[in-house]
Structures are given as C-alpha cells and as structure tokens.
C-alpha cells in the first residue's frame, strides 16, 4: 500500500466512545500543513530535479494542474518560433494558497524553447499567512541562509536559493515587508537563465 504525504493528516480513533487524536500537531485549516511539512514538500519538489512535472507541483503545493492552453511563441522581430508555451488552470485544494480571482493565483507556465532539449517553468503562488506561516528561521533550518535581496525602493525582502539537480532551479520567499515574521510568496524557476 503506496502512504501519500497528505496520509499525514492527524488522524483520529474512536474506542468505546473515546477519541484519541496526534496531539501538537499545528494544523491551521482543512487541507492546510505545518510550515514544516511545507518546506519539506518543496524540498521534496526541488530534489525531483523537473518543475514541468506537473504531478510533483500538485503534490507538493496540494494543487491541481490543468492544462488550458498550448500556443507557439514566436519572436517579435522575426516572426520565428522560439517554442512552445503551455498555460495552466491551477484548482486550489488547501487553505495555505490565497484564492485572487483578478491575478493567477497560484500561476504555472511551462516553456518548451524550440530545438532545446530543456524546459523553463515558472510556478507562483501566494500564501494565506493567516492558514500558514512560514518564517525566516524555518527557512534557513530547511533550506540553509539562502541570499537575502532586498530592493532599495520596494519594501519586500526575498529569499533566494539555487540548486542544481536534474534542471537549475531557483526558489524564492518573498517577504512584503523588511520585518515582516511570514512569507507571503513562494517562486520556483526552473532554467532561467538558460
């Protein structure tokens, strides 16, 4: 019998009216993780090495993937094909990712250049840190100190790390503010600087 990572999910028994439960256990709403098992769903994800893996994105954000579109994309200049760009409808299955209707959220894109054999992807989502939590000092445990930007006339503050695996792969936590205690985003490319 195959355990998914969801199976996690406190469970409860009841014995002659009794309920026992996993107690300490920091669930904030239905369908929503612990900052941990977060971080070690994207950890899992940036291992796996391909962000076009659609399976492994809805595995580790708890979404659902639905390709909508595939068009060409061609040069603006010269009217060649630079590849292939597949767009997908993102269903929300947990409480961590804020549901905006008037942006993409969460957004993934996969791009197919033309006569490359890699694939540049981009997969989005902003958190609901009400639902989830995920602090500077969670960050580094899971992931080390990573390279802090902060730009001079915005007040966000990112978190950048690269890893290479499979593909280059950069994954970033935004901050909205310099002491802001939550990530309010989370951002994974795969390949773009090639």
């Known amino acids: 019998m195959k355990i998914h990572q969801l199976a996690l999910i406190p469970f409860y028994l009841t014995v002659a009216g ?6 300490g256990i920091e669930h904030a709403s ?4 612990t900052s ?6 994207t950890m899992k994800l940036v291992k796996h090495g391909d ?4 399976r492994y994105i809805g595995e580790a954000f708890l979404v659902d993937p639905v390709k ?17 760009t597949q767009s997908f409808d993102v269903r929300i299955l947990t409480g961590e990712v804020l549901s905006k209707s008037e942006n993409k959220n969460p957004y993934f894109s996969v791009f197919s250049p033309a006569n ?28 080390g100190s990573g390279a802090v930007h902060r730009t001079p006339h915005a007040p966000t503050t990112d978190v950048e790390y690269e890893f290479e695996y499979l593909n280059s792969i950069s994954l970033i936590f935004q901050f909205d503010a310099r002491d802001a205690k939550c ?6 490319f795969q390949n773009r600087n090639k």
């Not at 909508?68 to 292939?84: A, D, N, P, V, Y």
């Open 18 to 23: 009794f309920s026992f439960g996993c107690a």
């Open 30 to 33: 239905e369908n929503s993780r």
């Open 36 to 41: 941990e098992r977060f971080l070690e769903a």
């Open 51 to 54: 962000l076009a893996d659609k």
């Open 68 to 84: 909508i579109t595939s068009e060409e994309s061609r040069s603006l200049t010269t009217s060649e094909i630079l590849g292939i």
């Open 116 to 143: 490359k054999k890699f694939k540049r992807v981009i997969y989005t989502e902003e958190l609901d840190q009400t639902k989830i939590c995920l602090s500077r000092p969670q960050i580094f445990a899971a992931f």
């Open 183 to 188: 990530a309010s985003k989370v951002s994974l």
